[in-house]
């Protein structure tokens, strides 16, 4: 995988208002590298899983 990116929309906002939720940045890999990334305690329950898997290497890049 060249770059992956990891966003949380899951903010309560008052969609009856119009308000959309806002993608929150959570992690940004290229080439095997961190680029950005938020500290794990903040990260949500939902996105710990895939948010591990990455960090650690789990998900490694396919040869062809």
């Not at 990891?6 to 095997?32: C, I, K, T, W």
């Amino acid at each position: 995988m060249y770059e992956w990116r990891l966003f949380d929309n899951s903010d309560n906002v008052e969609m009856d208002r119009g308000e959309a939720p806002r993608p929150f940045s959570l992690s940004h890999l290229r080439e095997g590298k961190i680029v950005e990334s938020i500290d794990l305690r903040k990260v949500p329950d939902w996105a710990k899983p895939v948010f591990a898997a990455c960090h650690h290497g789990s998900l490694k890049p396919q040869s062809y």
